[in-house]
């Protein structure tokens, strides 16, 4: 199952959460969203369908390896990004947006490249891989 942008979002802010909480329910990552509770139950029944997350007895959510994978790369690229526009001179409130909406359809290619220019020592081979 190929994830939207919304899907995307919802595992990167499971992750987030989780990295702050034990325990995080849907409830949690549409009140952190602003989401409807039905939007919030909705998207996060898409991710369990598609076998990114586990929903326990309890309704705690955890993601699968594969979830974790997707949650990872996005944030990654959330936090690369927003560093290099914030070091471009972009103003915070324009970083936040931009970066967001970047993270989502920037191709691995091109992101592997800004990330080699961010770290200044990557060789074309690194690039490649």
């Known amino acids: 199952m190929r994830l939207q942008e919304s899907g995307e979002m919802y595992l990167e802010t499971i992750y987030r959460l989780s ?8 409830v949690d990552v549409g009140n952190h969203m602003g989401a409807s509770k039905p939007s919030a ?18 309704s705690l959510l955890t993601m699968t ?3 974790l994978e997707v949650a990872i790369r ?3 690229r959330h936090k690369l990004l927003s560093h290099m526009l914030v070091m471009l001179g972009v103003d915070e409130e324009t970083v936040v947006m931009d970066a967001c909406r970047i993270e989502h359809v920037i191709s691995n290619e091109s992101f592997r490249a800004i990330k080699c220019h961010a770290n ?3 060789e074309k081979a690194d690039r490649d891989a």
């Open 19 to 26: 990295q702050m909480s034990e325990s995080v329910r849907s």
């Open 41 to 58: 139950r909705r998207t996060v029944g898409l991710l369990k369908s598609g076998s990114y997350i586990n929903i326990d007895i309890d």
């Open 120 to 122: 200044s020592k990557c």
């Open 74 to 76: 996005i944030y990654e």
């Open 65 to 67: 390896d594969e979830g």
